[in-house]
């Protein structure tokens, strides 16, 4: 099985809908990321958990929040979905160790019309 | 803040050749590290290689090897004995080794597609 795992791998929703991304880790990593990629862009953080109880804003937060339900879920939503977040989102998990290796998950094909 | 630069949007290899990804970054730390990430057709993001600043050796994993060039903030990954597998989009990254709320994050360029011919 996957170490981190995305639902839904692809959605498309509608301008104004609120959408939930999530994401699961057996990895038993505290720091979790999430991040969306855009082509000519690369990929870019929107936000940062380094545990339960702390979550960061990162480079393009604006239109996002976060939810740290468990050490193993970060979720992401959309409270009203826009055309320019169609994009491929990813989440990332690391144990904060010495080499900062991040692992990530399958990613979640995000289209709002 | 830190940045990363990938000039080459598009690069493509005869399969068997050797091909070579440029990346470049900006930073005021001395202690950090860098990395090379493979993103397939799957979209799975995948760890080639990892460079410590602090070490001078380059880094190498089997037909991967990179050239860091700390005075110039260079940072590039030779692929060697190119194979159709190879073809995929390229990110270079940088993490902070420096504590705060930096340390651990990823900062990525813009990515370099891959493509290797038969």
């Known amino acids: 099985d996957a170490d981190v795992t995305q639902t839904p791998r692809n959605r498309i929703t509608k301008t104004g809908k609120r959408i939930m991304l999530e994401c699961s880790q057996t990895?038993?990593?505290?720091?979790m990321y999430w991040y969306r990629q855009d082509p000519g862009l690369g990929l870019r953080l929107i936000y940062y958990?380094?545990?339960?109880?702390?979550?960061n804003k990162g480079e393009i937060s604006d239109g996002y929040s976060v939810s740290r339900q468990a050490q193993a879920k970060f979720s992401l939503s959309l409270e009203s979905a826009i055309p320019n977040q169609t994009a491929l989102y990813f989440c990332?998990?690391?144990?904060?160790?010495?080499?900062?290796?991040?692992?990530f998950g399958p990613g979640t094909r995000l289209t709002v019309l | 803040a830190q940045t990363v630069t990938q000039s080459q949007p598009e690069m493509s290899v005869q399969e068997a050749e050797t091909v070579t990804l440029s990346c470049t970054y900006d930073?005021?730390?001395?202690?950090?590290?860098l990395f090379w990430y493979k993103q397939p057709p799957s979209r799975q993001m995948i760890l080639v290689i990892r460079?410590?600043?602090?070490?001078?050796q380059n880094a190498t994993e089997n037909r991967f090897s990179v050239n860091f060039q700390k005075a110039a903030k260079s940072f590039s990954l030779k692929i060697s004995d190119s194979q159709l597998g190879d073809t995929a989009m390229y990110f270079c990254?940088?993490?902070?080794?420096?504590?705060?709320?930096?340390?651990?994050?990823?900062?990525f360029g813009q990515g370099t597609i891959l493509t290797v011919h038969p």
């Open positions: 930073t005021s730390e001395n202690n950090y590290y």
């Open positions: 990254a940088f993490s902070t080794n420096a504590g705060g709320t930096s340390y651990g994050k990823l900062t």
């Open positions: 990895k038993g990593h505290d720091r």
């Open positions: 990332a998990t690391s144990d904060g160790g010495q080499f900062h290796e991040q692992f």
């Open positions: 958990s380094f545990d339960v109880k702390d979550i």
């Open positions: 460079q410590e600043a602090y070490k001078q």
